[in-house]
């Protein structure tokens, strides 16, 4: 157990600020996990019993230094359900029977994950998914616990009847109720952004037991926590013959629920041992999962859950081992034990309210709104899997969530990335036509690179791919297949029967660029023929000098072969629009406003006459050595941004005119060593820059003028020449 080796090793580097943080953690449970035992059908104790035991196990078995567990919402809610659809009343005999039952087939399911090694599972469940799942069931619990805060009684169901509950329950309305919990509300949300570091939610219970010896809300109307009796839980075997439900009712809602445990907390717990270089071992920490419900089960209590915002609430507080864990157990031990009586004194509403910000914090508005503006298909996801929650309830969410994750995956095993690849005029290798405007076909040539598995379902988008790239006069076709680690038997009788359509037209196919392994299975499932007739090469360039096409290659447009042999490796030429695509201008314009700050930071240090950015050899930015195409353009945004600066007084026209030299002798630099190079890369880089002209002429004509001023005639002394016309 990784906790004790570190204990008898030292290797817990702030003790003290882990026992802290622990005792924050406890505090910071009491109305929640009260909360939460509500919702699952328990007394409000036993959310104070499952938050010691079942979180003391979990700190001695995970692998996870840092991550949190304790009554959580979905499968306090996933059991709330499944007592509300089985007419079981909440907090009755039958219910202090099941939910430990419940918690023990968890803990089993967990066994099964364990030896199945289902850690890896956790992989295809994406974030989406998981995502729309975790919001839906936050919402429903939401939903669920509105009426409690202006004093009516909770709902169960779905979505409509959710909604149908809360207006009914509005004649039972209490001003007070309402105020006291919408206060609640929003003191806690604003505390998480502004006061991040106070525990808010333990201060308003606090807050809540003074607003009641004080001024006796109850006497108004405003429900409170019922009276919680003080000492340690009785230690229970659950027994299945109590148990008047449907076993297989039970067994699958106990799988439902180990499912969701484990895929919502190795997901989060993943997320923290990323953000510090921890190593986590998923299938241990099953065993952990197991442990910890197991003890829930023995003390009569619900499923546990690791608890992101609990998590958030120990990172933020400094904790960096399981030590916080031990704190949180014994400090809720001691309350348990101690102070219990003191609970009757908590206002329902003020209580709800803390459950309400704790939920309001896993709906995941951030991820939508991300979603909705990089993935329009990934966000319809997120919101498939958050509708089947609300809608079809918790059990069936999971169905469809995980069918929407293998969905997703198969979509895109189907419909993997490819490109048609070509050269680019004074540099080497090959390049995606459409990511790359100075990139050109091969005469004659198609060159085509399938970037996944190559099996059944993608063989079809492959063969059509290709065919509609061929033209009349092509004579090669060569698929780069870099990123093809397998395929299957149908792949490779298409590909037969494709190299042979292919022959018949007089065009020659090739594979090329795999990996050895691949030539291994293609033998083995009956394709040796396409190693005999040479289909299968190992590199592009020897598929092209096989089909007869040799270097220096003639490519489409070019008057003459580009001679490699005179090309500098280190020139990388148009690299941002082959890096950034679309957003290649916009991202050279923020490294030329980068550096222009830095120009005039300098200056303002005293340091006018040393401007590091053009004193060195070529343009060197945050992105590093700017290849030639990108410099000549980045120096056209610099210049055009310096003499802003001086319009907006920043910097005088002294300096202005000094940094505008500076600027246009790199770019004659630039054009000289590009000359040398390659003269027909610089015929592309003079078109390159017409284009760029034609763009700034329409964008801003004003600086089109003063640009093609400057080109026409030098500058002449410093002072001589005025720029004062440059629009802003």
């Known amino acids: 157990m990784r906790l004790i080796t570190q204990i008898k090793q030292k290797q817990i580097k702030h003790p003290g600020r882990d026992v802290l943080a622990g005792i924050i953690i406890a505090l910071v449970s009491i109305p929640i996990s009260v909360g939460y035992a509500q919702i699952a059908g328990l007394p409000a104790v036993y959310g104070l019993y499952s938050s010691f035991l079942p979180i003391l196990v979990y700190a001695f078995l995970t692998t996870s230094p840092q991550f949190v567990v304790g009554v959580d919402a979905m499968p306090a809610v996933m059991v709330g359900t499944l007592l509300a659809t089985e007419g079981i009343a909440s907090e009755s005999t039958e219910a202090l029977n099941l939910v430990p039952v419940i918690s023990l087939l968890v803990a089993g399911w967990f066994i099964v994950f364990y030896l199945m090694k289902a850690g890896r599972i956790v992989k295809y469940i994406s974030t989406p998914v998981m995502g729309g799942f975790i919001s839906g069931v936050g919402i429903t619990i939401i939903l669920m616990q509105i009426p409690k805060m202006f ?34 509300f929003a003191i806690v949300i604003a505390s998480k952004k502004y006061i991040p570091k106070v525990p808010m939610t333990a201060v308003m219970m606090m807050v809540g037991a003074l607003v009641q010896l004080i001024f006796h809300v109850d006497r108004y109307g405003v429900l409170l926590l019922p009276e919680v009796e003080k000492g340690l839980p009785k230690f229970l075997l659950p027994n299945l013959g109590l148990i008047t439900t449907d076993l297989t009712v039970i067994l699958l809602e106990s799988l439902s629920i180990a499912a969701v445990i484990m895929a919502q907390t190795l997901l989060a717990t993943g997320s923290y041992a990323s953000k ?17 419900n197991l003890a829930s089960a023995f003390i009569g209590g619900c499923p546990i859950n690791g608890s992101v915002s ?57 991820l939508l709104k991300r979603l909705w503006k990089e993935n329009r298909g990934e966000c319809l996801i997120f919101l498939a899997s958050m509708m089947a929650v609300l809608f079809l309830g918790t059990v069936n969410g999971v169905i469809v969530g995980c069918v929407l994750s293998f969905w997703e995956v198969s979509v895109r095993a189907v419909n993997p990335p490819v490109s048609f690849l070509g050269r680019i005029p004074g540099h080497g290798n090959f390049h995606s036509l459409e990511r790359n405007s100075h990139a050109r076909p091969i005469k004659n040539t198609v060159i085509y690179r399938f970037s996944g598995n190559l099996f059944f379902a993608n063989i079809d988008k492959f063969e059509q791919d290709i065919e509609k790239a061929i033209k009349e006069e092509t004579k090669q076709v060569v698929v780069d297949a870099r990123g093809i680690g397998s395929i299957d038997i149908t792949a490779i009788d298409r590909l037969l029967s494709f190299s042979h359509k292919l022959k018949a037209k007089g065009i020659k196919f090739y594979f090329t660029e795999h990996a050895s392994s691949l030539n291994d299975s293609i033998r083995q499932m009956g394709g040796e023929k396409l190693l005999d007739e040479g289909v ?22 070019a ?55 053009l004193e060195e050899h070529g343009a060197t930015t945050t992105w590093g050595m700017l290849g030639l195409f990108d410099e000549y353009e980045f120096w056209d945004f610099l210049e055009a941004r310096i003499t802003r600066l001086r319009d907006d007084g920043m910097i005088s026209e002294k300096e202005t005119v000094r940094i505008i030299e500076r600027i246009d002798r790199r770019k004659k630099e630039g054009i000289k060593r590009l000359d040398e190079l390659n003269p027909l890369a610089l015929d592309i880089l003079h078109k390159h820059m017409d284009k760029v002209m034609r763009h700034i002429e329409k964008d801003n004509p004003v600086l ?25």
């Open 536 to 557: 299968i090469r190992i590199t592009i360039s020897i598929a092209l000098r096989d089909a007869g096409v040799m270097k220096p290659y003639e490519l489409e447009g």
């Open 276 to 292: 510090y270089g921890d190593n986590v071992e998923n299938n241990k920490e099953i065993l952990a999962y197991c442990g910890m």
């Open 704 to 728: 089109y003028k003063y640009m093609k001023k400057c080109e026409e005639e030098p500058l002449a002394e410093e002072g001589k020449k005025s720029k004062r016309g440059l629009a802003k």
């Open 151 to 184: 004093g009516g009684k909770a709902g169960t169901g779905e979505l409509p009847v959710l909604l149908m509950n809360i207006w009914k329950e509005l004649p039972q309305f209490n001003g007070l109720s309402f105020f006291l919990g919408i206060t609640t």
């Open 310 to 366: 609990r998590s958030k609430i120990a990172d933020n507080s400094g904790a960096r081992s399981q030590l916080m864990s031990i704190s949180a157990g014994l400090t809720m031990l001691m309350i348990v034990c101690l102070f219990t009586p003191l609970l009757k004194l908590l206002p329902i509403p003020i209580l709800t309210a803390i459950v309400m910000t704790a939920l309001f914090g896993i709906v995941d508005v951030g």
């Open 559 to 613: 008057e003459e072969p580009f001679l490699e042999e005179y090309v500098e490796s280190e020139e990388k030429l148009a690299e941002f629009e082959w890096a950034f695509g679309a957003a290649a201008e916009e991202k050279l314009r923020m490294l030329a406003e980068q550096t222009a700050k830095g120009i005039v930071d300098e200056m303002t240090a005293g340091h006018g006459e040393h401007i590091p950015v």
